[in-house]
């Protein structure tokens, strides 16, 4: 199914935990997972602020709509690859 982008902060959000729950998350190759080892988080830091973060407006950077996902501590950025697919485009720690 193609996403009729940008998402309302809403739509966002429901899409990630429903993706969550039953789709898929993956990780940009090789910028996601540098990001990953260069602020010391882990896939499960991710996962976590993606279930409990606030969501941030859509920005569209490099063909695809981009959703900020952040906690007081950290951000994660996401985009959508399909209605049960999520990329993990990059994150760090709030300092």
């Given at each position: 199914m193609i996403l009729d982008e940008p998402l309302k902060l809403t739509q966002a959000k429901s899409l990630i935990r429903e993706i969550l729950k039953s789709g898929e998350v993956i990780y940009s190759k090789?910028?996601?997972?540098?990001?990953?080892?260069?602020?010391?988080?882990?896939?499960v830091d991710c996962i976590?602020?993606?279930?409990?973060?606030?969501?941030?407006?859509?920005?569209?950077?490099?063909?695809?709509?981009?959703?900020?996902?952040?906690t007081p501590r950290i951000c994660v950025v996401v985009r959508f690859e399909s209605d049960n697919m999520l990329q993990i485009v990059t994150a760090w720690r709030e300092t």
């Open positions: 090789p910028h996601a997972e540098e990001r990953l080892r260069k602020w010391n988080l882990t896939t976590n602020v993606l279930r409990g973060g606030a969501v941030a407006e859509g920005e569209y950077e490099n063909g695809s709509w981009r959703y900020k996902v952040y």
